[in-house]
């Protein structure tokens, strides 16, 4: 089920290809929304058929981008109780054939699974530091991963 979830933006990225390679602009401080600021940046490699997540932010607005080499399924559930699209469930296939841009913010579960038989690349550029200023705050996620009757379900 695909619907609509307040706060999601979801951008599709084009990769400008020549002899060379190809060049995808991950972001824009100008096509971000203006509260949105990145803090930090990581890379991430996920193993075909492994799944990170589900999980959710109390304050952070993760910017993540699918380019490839494998392929994803991304998974959001609005968990917001205050948000007019409170329940939706989103779903959508992204990475290498389709390069994609996806803002999450603070209260949308999310999770992926690298569904292709390559690994996949996630960029993520979070607006808040990892466990804070040297890492010394408690770190800001609700873990749903491991709860047996979650309605978070990444199968």
Known sequence: MNQEIQGVVITPLKKYCDARGWLAETFRQDELPENVVPQMSYLSETLPGVCRGPHEHREQTDIFVFLGPGTFRLSLWDARQDSPTFG????????????TRVIVPPGVVHGYRC?????????NYPDRLYAGWGKTEPVDEIRHENEP???YSMA
Do not use: K, T
């Open 88 to 99: 939706n469930h989103w779903v959508a296939d992204l990475g290498a054939d389709v390069p």
């Open 149 to 151: 009757d979650s309605p």
């Open 115 to 123: 569904i292709s038989d390559v690994p996949g690349w996630c960029l």
